[in-house]
């Protein structure tokens, strides 16, 4: 079973946002980027599939700017086979994305997608789901666990209130949430090892896909501040706060 | 210009986020639907059918929408929008399962967990965990939007709303539900609760979470943790408040040992009133509490108890 894992390049989780003083977006200029944590679960998931020997092929791949490619390296360094770079330097949207992801999934051959339930920079969530829909291929959103039945597909899904379990038919598509697994840090001979693995350079028009974005940004501002309140003694004086003067126990 | 709203529900009650996502349509302009899908859903119809301002419900029952498969709602969705401009549903994790797949088919972009309605294609989105908000115009024909409901206020009742039942056209999938396990609990849903005690990773265990419990009780409160404490095992990930867990926006929100990451920050900075018990006095919680109370929690805890005892609780 070929396993495909998209991956995204985004700030740091540890970085906290600014917003550009034009109010254009967000400044990405000199600050800490990494793989989006999601899409590392997804990158865990597949080569432990690989290790159990379920995944024949893993193949990373990223649809973004020339420095995406520093992002696969990272998911083969963790044990991902090779890479594809879908090189664009626009911030395209999900739906740009998973056309251009249909077709990668295609060419591959892939029967089994993980990748991330969101990106932590535009915070959509949509990729994944635009994508199993394109290929008209079931989801399993947000797992928590996955484990081969035949020739289908249990995944344990977090939801509003605790799990459910879906049985999908294969090929399929599935998101990955936080519980899913811990992922690796990759060694350093694997580091070096990762620098001879092959990553094949494409970019969306090689796939045909129509890329113009469909929402147009007005304005891209900070949120309102909340300020900070006051200090208390003690226990006794937060519940005499709550109740006397914020009145909300 | 017709909005089409879909239901939250659980097939035998009508969830009060149907009602905010119907203020959020309203905004927009034009007529008001509301489309529930499941099965077994005529109370869930009845009720929708008296929230303010909602023109026509729209019932769909069938054996696939009982647990909202993600194949079955898309179909059913996009079977409906030849009638309407715009589909609109809460950002629940059972409506994140099938939007973005009704987006593809319609061939537009999703626009996520929207918290502001500027005019009928133009919203207000939170990006990067909340820490800046975009104001974005859609271009597309037709708009797939989910709406951040904490955001909302609920439609009022009164409204008599005609109804209808429509085929579900649902033929074979390639999922099927096998089970859910639900955490059992009488306290009031994380995202509805009027109070809600959240734990971070300073509670040190799944086990110390019971000096929460007592504290929820007497308020009436739901229980909520950060990240660090659902990646570091203490408790399930249904009770995540941030980024990528739930947005609460209760009156009274009490952070214990939490510091205050950013991604935590992001699901819980809307709520009223904030209070913090931490035993760090750097922590960036302190930043956002009305109320900061630099404590050890395992001494605060059972005092804040004991007072709320002592207050009548």
């Keep these: 079973m070929k396993v495909l894992v998209p991956v995204k390049r985004v700030l740091d989780y540890n970085v906290k946002a600014r917003v550009k003083s034009d109010h254009s977006g967000v400044d990405l200029s000199n600050v800490k980027m990494s793989m989006n944590p999601f899409d590392e679960i997804a990158v865990e998931e597949a080569v432990r599939l690989q290790e159990a020997g379920t995944a024949t092929e893993t193949i990373v791949v990223s649809v973004g700017p020339a420095k995406a490619q520093e992002t696969i390296r990272t998911a083969l360094a963790m044990g991902m086979d090779r890479g594809v770079h879908v090189q664009t330097d626009e911030d395209l949207e999900p739906l740009a994305v998973a056309k251009i992801l249909k077709e990668v999934a295609a060419a591959e051959g892939a029967e089994l997608v993980v990748m991330g339930k969101q990106a932590i920079d535009n915070d959509y969530g949509a990729t994944g789901g635009m994508l199993a829909a394109l290929l008209d291929w079931p989801i399993g959103s947000a797992a928590n666990s996955l484990s081969l039945d035949g020739g289908a597909l249990n995944v344990v899904k977090e939801v509003d209130g605790g799990l459910q379990t879906v049985k999908l038919q294969m090929p399929a598509l599935v998101t990955t949430d936080l519980r899913l697994n811990e992922p690796r840090y990759a060694s350093l001979p694997n580091i070096m090892k990762a620098k001879r693995k092959p990553i094949e350079a494409k970019t969306p028009a090689d796939y045909g896909v129509d890329t113009a974005p469909r929402l147009k940004t007005l304005k891209v501002t900070e949120p309102a501040a909340r300020e900070a309140g006051i200090k208390v003694a003690d226990a006794a004086e937060l519940v005499n706060k709550l109740k006397n003067e914020a009145g909300v126990i | ?313």
């Design chain 2, 1 to 313: 210009m017709a909005v089409l709203v879909v239901a939250e529900h659980n097939n035998a009650e009508l969830k009060d986020a149907t009602h905010k996502v119907v203020t959020a349509a309203s905004q927009m302009g034009g007529d008001v639907d509301i489309l529930v899908a499941g099965k077994g859903i005529k109370d869930v119809v009845a009720a929708a059918a008296k929230i303010d301002g909602v023109r026509a419900v729209i019932g769909v029952d069938h054996d696939s929408l009982e647990r909202q498969l993600a194949e079955a709602m898309q179909i059913v969705v996009v079977n409906l929008m030849d009638g309407y401009d715009a589909v609109l549903s809460p950002d629940t994790t059972s409506h994140k399962n099938y939007m973005p797949r009704v987006a593809a088919k319609l061939d537009v972009q999703q626009i996520s967990s929207v918290t502001g309605v500027e005019s009928a294609d133009t919203f207000i989105r939170p990006i990067y965990a909340g820490n800046a908000m975009a104001t974005v115009q859609s271009t597309d024909s037709k708009k797939v939007v989910t709406v951040r409901t904490t955001a909302f206020a609920a439609a009022g009742e009164g409204g008599s709303a005609s109804t209808s039942d429509v085929d579900a056209g649902v033929g074979a999938l390639k999922s099927e539900y096998i089970s859910e396990e639900l955490s059992k609990s009488d306290r009031p849903e994380l995202t509805a609760a009027k109070v809600v005690i959240s734990g971070g990773r300073g509670m040190g265990s799944g086990e110390n979470f019971k000096l929460l419990e007592g504290i929820a009780d007497k308020l009436g409160a739901a229980m909520g943790a950060s990240r660090a404490a659902v990646d570091a095992g203490f408790v399930p990930n249904d009770w995540q408040v941030g980024q990528t867990g739930k947005a609460v926006a209760p009156q009274l929100y009490i952070a214990v040992g939490i510091s205050g990451a950013i991604q935590h920050l992001a699901g819980m900075k809307d709520s009223k009133v904030i209070a913090a018990i931490n035993k760090d006095e750097d922590a960036p919680i302190f930043t956002v509490a009305d109320y900061g109370l630099v404590a050890d929690l395992f001494k605060a805890l059972p005092e804040f108890e004991a007072e709320l005892t002592k207050a009548g609780y």
